[in-house]
């Protein structure tokens, strides 16, 4: 496509660095521009239509376009546009969306924190982590467990959670106190003739060994998400989670749940903590909290966690920590409408019924030739390629195609991944899967 002079592409190219790109490349062909959503479905400045088949990042839940977001977010621009929580503020919209969060929980907590992204709730646990450590006395136990192809983010604490290279390289992280334990994806990581419960007593035995060899009492908490989600649908294997919380117990480590993708249905379940029996001290949430239509993100945390912290704030007089927007009353308002929108419709309930057929499909593209195997939860999942050897992997080679033939996925790794917004219907999972099907045929 040739880029016009002055037009959005041609200064999207002059004006702006992208996110997550080769940014030589983006100087050459730029960036697709979209201009608006309905539904399941975006549009390009050319009137191109994609089904989004990630929900945007992961992330729109109740599909583009819910009119009900837009009027209470306008609603609340001309009430209160802004406030912010330092200094003993608050105000309704953050007071209820916390309440909410609280009852929906599905372990007992007792108190919620709001940022305004994955990275900066991560990012905030871990201040808050070693905060609690120094109340407890107990300045040695900073360390922090993460795991191989976990992602929690790219700030400087939650980025060294994550254990992915392109994330670390070049950014001189991880820093010191995180470490990382085996990823526990069967499919990627299983020895030959392993079998699945073998691979998880492995696994188990690789996070007893670092704990050993790191020492328990300097180990402070160890992040998951429930089911992988960036690392490329990364699914846990049976007795994965029951195990790991035995392990933690026995070392006093505190169990942070991120939830940022996995939270509000995604797994078929309202928290995955439920879909995988986990009972964690902290929940990090954030994308289907608001449908990412305004940035907002939570920390949900237990006693535990809460009331070392509150009486250090005590002692010195204060928590020396706040961001402008945390709390901000638009986010939590949209937020809260959101949480509203998703029990009014039961998309929990939708994700269960129709859960079935997307999987019934994942299976069927899974017999392609290209194909490997195929893996799922709830709403997400994918489909594992043959890898090959091209300067492009078959992964992104497929990815490229979809796009071109209509549908917007992800492909991480030789995974193509798909996490449609949760209000995608059978018809629609059909439309996705054929024209996958079509781009799968078109690449052969
Ligand atoms: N945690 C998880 C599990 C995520 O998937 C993501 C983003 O994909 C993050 C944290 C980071 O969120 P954000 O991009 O809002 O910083």
């Known amino acids: 496509m040739t880029i016009q002079p002055n037009s959005v592409e041609a200064r999207d190219i002059a004006y702006q660095m992208p996110a ?75 007071v209820d ?18 940022t305004s992204s994955g990275s900066e709730a991560n990012d905030l646990m871990v201040k808050m982590v070693w905060y609690r450590a120094n109340a407890l006395g107990q300045p040695l136990k900073k360390k922090i467990i993460g795991r191989i192809k976990g992602y929690h983010g790219v700030t400087i604490a939650a980025g060294s959670i994550t254990g992915l290279p392109r994330n670390h390289e070049s950014f001189d992280l991880p820093l010191d106190r995180m470490v990382h334990t085996s990823c526990p994806s069967y499919v990627h990581f299983g020895q030959p003739g392993e079998s699945e419960a073998d691979f998880t007593a492995r696994m188990l035995q690789d996070l007893e060994d670092l704990i050993a060899r790191e020492g328990p ?27 790991v919380q035995e392990i933690l117990r026995r070392h006093d480590i505190l169990l942070v749940a991120d939830e940022v ?60 920590h706040g961001f402008t927007a945390s709390g901000h009353p638009v986010a939590t308002a949209v937020g809260l409408e959101n949480l509203k929108i998703i029990e009014e419709r039961d998309l929990v309930g939708h994700v269960q019924r129709i859960s079935p057929h997307f999987m019934d499909r994942l299976a069927r593209l899974a017999t392609h030739p290209l194909a490997a195997s195929w893996r799922g939860v709830g709403l997400m999942g994918a489909v594992e390629l043959t890898p090959w050897e091209t300067p492009f992997t078959a992964a992104q080679t497929v990815a490229a195609r979809m796009e071109q033939e209509g549908v917007i996925i992800r492909g991480i790794g030789e995974a193509i991944c798909f996490c449609p917004p949760l209000i995608i219907t059978d018809a629609q999972i059909d439309e996705m899967f054929d024209i996958a099907t079509r781009a799968f045929d078109a690449v052969l």
């Open 261 to 320: 993708i996995c939270g509000f249905g995604r797994t078929g379940h309202m928290f995955a903590c439920t879909t995988y029996g986990i009972a964690p001290d902290v929940i990090v949430l954030s994308k289907q909290l608001s449908s990412s239509y305004l940035p907002l993100s939570a920390i949900v945390m237990n006693d535990r966690v809460y009331q070392p912290i509150a009486d250090e704030s005590h002692r010195l007089g204060v928590f020396g």
């Open 217 to 243: 009492e300097t180990i402070a908490a160890f992040w998951g998400e429930p089911a992988m989600g960036a690392g490329g649908v990364l699914l846990p294997p049976e007795g994965y989670w029951q195990g």
């Open 97 to 114: 969306l916390a309440e909410k969060l609280i009852q929906l929980a599905p372990v007992a907590m007792s108190k919620v924190h709001f």
């Open 20 to 94: 997550a790109a080769d940014m030589r490349r983006h100087e050459e062909t730029g960036s697709v521009v979209m201009e608006r959503g309905d539904g399941i479905y975006v549009w390009d400045n050319t009137g191109k239509r994609y089904i989004e088949g990630l929900a945007g990042l992961w992330s729109v839940a109740v599909g583009f376009g819910e009119k009900r977001l837009a009027e209470v977010a306008r609603a609340q621009m001309e009430r209160l546009p802004y406030y912010h929580s330092f200094s003993y503020k608050t105000h309704g919209p953050s």
